[in-house]
């Protein structure tokens, strides 16, 4: 693996810049302030910003609060599900295109706190700063388009997965999060009134839309999202682990020093932590599908899907009882004979780390039946 290429005075990534500074002040804290000197002026970016942006919180929790409260969601959730680089991002966009759903956007995801109350003034400001291409893979990025509301949990309660990102020192522990079923009682409070609470606002923005909800860290609760929202559907979409593990090295390779705030994991620490994260994430979900009932959980295997979307579309939409109008049907067939010349990385793989990726994740393999 190549080595990290860090630029310290890249400050526009900085995904902790639409934390709120109760949030920022409790992650400093919780990683005893430790704060790479290099790294401040990212750092002092996210404060600034943060304290902007407080007159527009509270403006938002005095008007909205309430209301957020009392609203009703009339249809559970959809979670699209699957392991970082496993095609969760294209599976979300193309479903998205049914305007029955309602879905977290970039704008959202990185403003959690505002997007009700003052989405005219800061959504152009956002787009003006965000890049309109992924830095890791050249899909398109823009505020309006679909993104991980795990971003915006982060940026809402210290625990969130991508705040090991901004921290890497403490990654293990931020990673261990995912596993929220397995932690506190405090901490499952916790975090189980912030999701729900943020999954009312998002229900109160579409004006009640079922929600078509997209995040890899989801893999490993299903059980309590299941009872958070009993009649909620799941869709997981599972990609060959060698291609798994070379897109999310080459990921966090790219990204991370983007976020962090701390000096970026060696290559080899970064190897290590995909294996541990892929494992644990896995282990946790194998153990749970038993417990969702069949109509409720559909999985896809990304290859098939990459190669014709379609005839996946129909079965997820036949499962679930969802209509799919020829409206709708055209939109997805347009926007995927678009994808077509899309292209994705190649890589050559060593045997010695073809084995070591075969021999950490050789239940996955087995469980999916790919090939060794």
């Known amino acids: 693996m190549p080595e990290l290429k860090e630029n310290v005075f890249d400050i526009m990534y900085e995904p ?14 919780q990683n005893r302030f ?18 902007a942006l407080s007159p527009f919180r509270l403006k938002e929790h005095i008007k909205e609060s309430d209301n957020i409260q009392s609203t009703t969601i009339q249809n559970d959730p ?10 969760t991002t294209y599976l979300h966009n193309v479903l998205s295109l049914n305007q029955k759903f309602g879905y977290c956007t970039t704008f959202h995801a990185t403003l959690p706190h505002v997007f009700l109350q003052s989405e005219e003034l800061l959504k152009p400001l956002l787009s003006a700063s965000i890049p309109t291409k992924r830095p890791m893979d050249n899909a398109a990025m823009g505020p309006d388009l679909p993104q991980e509301e795990e971003y915006a949990i982060a940026n809402i309660i210290p625990d969130g997965y991508y705040n090991g990102w901004c921290f890497p020192y403490n990654m293990n522990r931020y990673m261990n999060h995912v596993l929220v079923n397995e932690l506190s009682d405090a901490f499952q409070k916790e975090w189980i009134e912030t999701y729900d609470f943020f999954v009312k606002k998002l229900t109160r923005y579409h004006q009640g839309k079922q929600l078509l909800l997209k995040n ?18 799941f869709i997981h979409i599972h990609r060959n682990p060698y291609e798994v593990f070379y897109s999310m090295e080459k990921f966090m390779r790219i990204v991370l020093p983007r976020y962090c705030l701390q000096r970026p994991p060696s290559t ?25 009932p069949t109509k409720d959980l559909i999985e896809i295997p990304y290859e098939s899907f990459i190669k014709n979307p379609l005839p996946h579309v129909k079965n997820i939409y036949n499962q679930f009882n969802f209509s799919l109008t020829e409206g709708t049907r055209k939109n ?8 077509k010349d899309f292209k994705r990385s190649k890589y050559q793989m060593s045997n010695q780390l073809q084995k070591e990726i075969y021999n950490h994740w050789r239940f996955a393999f087995d469980t999916f039946q790919y090939s060794k």
């Open 34 to 51: 430790r704060i790479s000197p290099r790294y401040i002026p990212r750092f002092l970016y996210a404060v600034l910003l943060s304290t």
């Open 268 to 292: 080899d620490q970064m190897k290590q932590q995909i294996f541990h994260m892929y494992a644990k994430l896995y282990q946790s979900y194998f153990k749970q599908r038993s417990q969702i």
């Open 16 to 29: 902790l810049a639409g934390a709120s500074l109760t949030n920022l002040l409790r992650l400093a804290s």
């Open 216 to 233: 890899p860290a989801h893999t490993a609760r299903l059980l309590m999202l299941k009872q958070m929202y009993p009649k909620a559907k």
């Open 78 to 87: 959809v979670f699209i599900i699957g392991h970082w680089r496993s095609g």
């Open 332 to 339: 997805i067939q347009d926007y995927t004979d678009k994808q």
